[in-house]
């Protein structure tokens, strides 16, 4: 398969623009046929044809100026018209086949329900078009469909014209006043219920409010309706961002690729992320709600009033979103919570990207398919890099440069440079070499040394960093970091360096190494570095036991003290792998105990801290992992860990009365923290009957699903009873029965492969609904450490041979499955060559989906850089 790369050097502005769209959409199940009426402008002194996009797409006919053409290319991806005017009129129809859309791209017609995602190429599904985010037009689109199927007909905007057609039809009629690129056009069309409510922005503007979900479950969308209206305040409050149409609107659909889509006034959502009650969501998924409703929202301002030039530029919009609803998500609940959990997305999966053939900057120059473009590094790392652009700026100056970036580019397609040159005209700090994290790929290393001389009573610290090589990229410059610092004693005290280059416990680490004095000081200090996780970077900073506890009881901040605890849990465990368990002494089991003693109270801070480092995190701060050797490490430990402070975790749990259900952070926090210690105690006999009774009086999803989790390290008949009784009372409701998949795929048993195959076959699941193949197949794959590790390749060849059947009818959500085995180079050769195996098998077969390619033959192709 040859397979054309793109790159962002290569950008040209295009030759020409559409500026206004009218659609005549009538739907059919196999057959809808799209009429698009296009204003078509030449940019520019050129005699270029004109190159539309288009897949899938019958022609049925392409009128120019109200004339009929036949000068024209067709081909499997594009339409082309030569000799036309400098401005036209171009008519084109036609007609697509929505309901055997499996890919789930374009429009597509599933569960009754007619619905699109067009993100990030898929308005070419639909109808020759200029596809590419940085052509902005505006729309009106009439849909006319069966009016008893379909008595919902929706689309971008505010509803202008509405009536009846023949044969039982109806029709109605939207316009969207506001440029945009074609990524952001959306329709739905279906029979929903629908919530309804009103806001009033703070200039007194009324837009009304409109959630649609599928019939019977409206009682679960209250909540996402709430979220809506807090995420309008804050965006208001914080950033003086109002919406800027009448009426806003969210679908939620059970078959979606993604979580959610931001279409301008029509936000379609993957039901995960909008219905939510006490009875079947859990507290996360009451989080994840607010969460994604507040991103989504937030894209009205970055993202579609401001959008990106190229999808090179996706950061722009994304990792910028990402940040501004990491900001609401605090706000609302708590920000040490919030950042831990941010912090355990970059050490488990970002790290993990960093370090593979997928390598890439969070603008990166170069892919072949688009949709691979998705990942946590343009996400996640990027978000991260604006928060840095926030703590080096501060709060006043950063909403200064934002209220810039929207001034200058309101209406707009622009690039991440410009977006940087907005911040830079607000401040006196340049930028420049801090925009190198826009261009280097990979996790920076920073690198803790220390030395005390007793004599002199000076004390020296100096911070190296290195970024090691990535597959896409060999040479690496320093980068210009924030790195929170901090420099204690084994008693709390707290030491300033003696050139005070240290401000605010903030040091601007932009050079190879930095070194800090200290003087007068009567014994070694510790250092403190990267508090609150301030840049996206490891930190190598061996400190002992005692050392790492006297962090947790004296660091300022609340991140740190759980921190420290994380890397001694990082070393207990690599003390049980070298198979010296016995150098965890009882110091540090009383270190521990007193942990939990003190803390017994903050069941925000117990709940975290007693979280032992997931097998994914661990394997990113070692290399060449024998991942039997390291699971077993964990394992041992964590049931020592139980061990030796049961009667402690004990006491915590039996004092912890969460009673009647409320999602307040008082009681989410005594909710988690009462699970995790369960989870603990769960690995004692004694911990069974309270696994028990916590499943059989729990009146809430939280404590259900924490009981269940519990019981995967107990007796294994217990958990499949529990199991049982799980499914006997939710088997009719989708996204709780997604749980019980995933339950059962995470589970270690040595028939694990079998027992998944015959869950394949369980009337409740089809390989056509996302939700499901990830519960089950990613669940897997992602975290089943013992079954898709198994020592003999079997895991790997099960998912590669789930792999090869999903990508011939979604390749989006196959891509995304087929991570874990695109990571082999962290793992030992016998690993290694196993997943290389499978990889070449993907890489073999005819037809392989060019989301699949890219990834299969970049790994394959990927030559582990020597550092």
Not at 138 to 164: C, D, M, Q, S, W
Not at 445 to 471: F, G
Request: hydrophobic share 35%.
């Amino acid at each position: 398969m040859t397979i054309k790369t793109k790159r962002r050097a290569d950008y040209m502005p295009p030759a020409f623009t559409i500026s206004d769209v009218k659609m005549d959409v009538v739907l059919h199940p196999t057959a809808a046929r799209i009429t698009s009426y296009l204003t078509v402008k030449r940019l520019g002194n050129h005699h270029e044809k004109l190159i539309l996009d288009g897949e899938k797409l019958v022609l049925n006919s392409v009128k120019i100026d109200g004339k009929i053409t036949q000068d024209y290319e067709q081909t499997d991806s594009s339409l082309s018209i030569p000799n036309v005017p400098n401005s036209f009129q171009l008519e084109v129809i036609t007609t697509i086949d929505p309901e055997n859309n499996k890919a789930l791209e374009g429009l597509y017609l599933s569960s009754g329900v007619y619905c699109t995602q067009c993100e990030a190429e898929g308005f070419r599904r639909i109808t020759y078009f200029l596809d590419r985010p940085d052509v902005l037009a505006t729309y009106e689109v009439t849909l006319h469909g069966n009016k008893n199927k379909y008595p919902t007909l929706l689309a971008n905007g505010n509803p202008i014209a509405r009536g009846e057609g023949d044969n039982g039809s109806h029709w109605v009629t939207w316009q969207d006043p506001h440029p945009k690129p074609c990524y952001l056009f959306a329709m739905v069309a279906g029979d929903f219920d629908v919530l309804t409510d009103e806001y009033t922005t703070t200039s007194g503007r009324k837009v009304a409010l409109e959630l649609y979900v599928d019939k019977g479950k409206k009682a679960r969308g209250p909540f996402a309706l709430e979220s809506l209206k807090r995420a309008m305040k804050w965006d208001e409050d914080t950033y003086g961002l109002e919406y800027d149409l009448d009426i806003y609107m969210i679908v939620a659909v059970d078959f979606f690729n993604m979580g959610a889509m931001e279409n301008k006034g029509l936000n379609i959502f993957n039901s995960k992320f909008v219905l939510a009650d006490q009875n079947s969501a859990t507290d996360e998924d009451f989080f994840n709600v607010e969460s994604v409703i507040a991103h989504e929202y937030f894209h009205n301002w970055t993202g579609n009033r401001v959008t990106c030039r190229d999808w090179f530029q996706l950061s722009l919009k994304e990792g910028l979103t990402v940040f501004r609803d990491q900001q609401f998500s605090a706000d609302m609940t708590s920000p040490l919570s919030n950042r831990i959990k941010h912090v355990r997305v970059m050490r488990e999966h970002q790290f993990a990207e960093d370090a593979s053939a997928m390598s890439h900057p969070i603008r990166p120059d170069e892919v072949m398919e688009m949709n691979n473009f998705y990942t946590v590094t343009v996400y996640d790392k990027g978000a991260e890099v604006i928060r840095m652009l926030h703590t080096l700026l501060g709060k006043k100056k950063f909403r200064k440069g934002m209220d810039e970036y929207f001034r200058r580019h309101d209406g707009q397609a622009v690039t991440c440079d410009d977006f940087v040159a907005a911040m830079q005209s607000v401040t006196e700090l340049d930028l420049s070499h801090f925009a190198l994290w826009y261009s280097q790929s990979g996790t920076p290393l920073i690198t803790v040394s220390h030395q005390y001389d007793e004599t002199a009573k000076r004390m020296s610290v100096t911070l190296s960093q290195h970024t090691p090589k990535t597959a896409d990229q060999s040479v690496k410059r320093p980068l210009f970091m924030p790195v929170a610092f901090d420099c204690i004693d084994s008693k709390g005290n707290h030491y300033q360096d003696d050139e005070q280059r240290v401000k605010n416990n903030m040091l601007l680490l932009n050079e190879p190494s930095v070194t800090l004095q200290f003087s007068d000081v009567t014994s070694a200090l510790i250092p403190v570095v990267l508090g609150n996780f301030s840049a996206p970077a490891k930190v190598k900073n061996p400190l002992p036991s005692e050392d790492l506890l006297a962090i947790f009881r004296f660091a300022r901040d609340a991140f740190n003290r759980w921190d420290a605890l994380q890397q001694l849990y990082d070393w207990c465990i690599e003390q049980y792998a070298l198979g010296k368990p016995e150098a965890v002494t009882a110091s540090i089991w009383d270190g521990l105990k007193e942990v939990v003693e003190r803390e017994a109270q903050n069941h925000e801070l117990l709940g975290e801290c007693l979280v032992i480092p997931s097998f994914e995190t661990l394997c990113q701060s070692r290399s060449l992992v024998d991942v039997e050797q390291l699971r077993q490490a964990r394992r041992a430990f964590c049931q020592d860990f139980a061990q030796e402070l049961a009667t402690p975790l004990l006491t915590v749990y039996k004092n912890i009365h969460t009673g009647d259900y409320e999602y307040t952070l008082e009681a989410v926090n005594a909710r988690r923290c009462r699970n995790v210690v369960l989870n603990h105690l769960a690995r004692l006999p004694q911990g069974q009957e309270l696994v028990c009774k916590q499943f059989n009086s729990s009146d809430n999803m939280t404590d259900t699903m924490g009981a269940l989790k519990a019981a995967q390290h107990g007796d294994k008949e217990q958990f499949e009873k529990l199991l049982a009784s799980f499914e006997q009372q939710w088997r009719e409701e989708p996204l709780v029965l997604d749980k019980w998949f995933a339950l059962h795929a995470t589970q270690e048993r040595d028939d694990i492969l079998s027992h998944i195959t015959l869950l394949r076959e369980h009337p409740q699941f089809s390989i056509g609904n996302p939700n499901r193949v990830r519960a089950l197949i990613g669940s897997f794959a992602f975290y089943n450490t013992a079954g898709f590790h198994a020592i003999d390749g079997s895991g790997y060849k099960f998912v590669t041979d789930y792999l090869l059947m999903l990508d011939k009818t979604n390749p989006q959500v196959a891509a995304r499955i087929v991570t874990p085995l695109t990571q082999w180079q962290n793992y030992a050769p016998v690993y290694q060559e196993k997943m290389k195996v499978q990889l070449g098998r993907l890489l073999n077969e005819k037809g392989l989906s060019r989301d699949l390619f890219e990834k299969v033959s970049k790994s394959l192709a990927y030559d582990t850089p020597s550092q």
